[in-house]
Nanobody
Framework: QVRLAESGGGLVQAGGSLRLSCTAS????????MGWFRQAPGKEREFVAA????????YYADSVKGRFTISRDNFKNTLYLQMSSLKPEDTAVYYC???????????????WGQGTQVTVSS
């Protein structure tokens, strides 16, 4: 398994931007498909975006399509989530995850980070 650590969360006003990073330990990062998920208080964890092991294929939840961009740098063992035009409903703890397939199902990912809080004020 790969160990993951998110960073870059914080407080931002609606309409603002943030970039989340997820740094992976070990030398096998490039073998994993990667995903971003989020969980708001009282809600289930939901899919945000995913990318294949090369970064050549990406998927997005409809709620973030056109506003968020997932990318990865396999030389730096880092996954990114660029978030723009943020809305209060984007407020959640954001998690990165590693798996064998880039799907929208949390059960398909077997390594998770601890999460980073993103709060969007109105």
């Amino acid at each position: 398994q790969v160990r993951l650590a998110e960073s870059g969360g914080g407080l931002v006003q609606a309409g603002g931007s943030l970039r989340l990073s997820c740094t992976a330990s070990g030398r096998t990062f490039s073998r994993y498909a990667m995903g971003w998920f989020r969980q708001a208080p009282g809600k289930e964890r939901e899919f945000v975006a995913a990318t294949s092991w090369t970064g050549g294929v990406t998927y997005y939840a409809d709620s973030v399509k056109g506003r968020f961009t997932i990318s990865r740098d396999n030389f730096k063992n880092t996954l990114y989530l660029q978030m723009s035009s943020l809305k209060p409903e984007d407020t959640a703890v954001y998690y990165c995850a590693a798996g064998l397939r880039s799907t929208y199902q949390p059960r398909d990912y077997n390594s998770w980070g601890q999460g980073t809080q993103v709060t969007v004020s109105s």
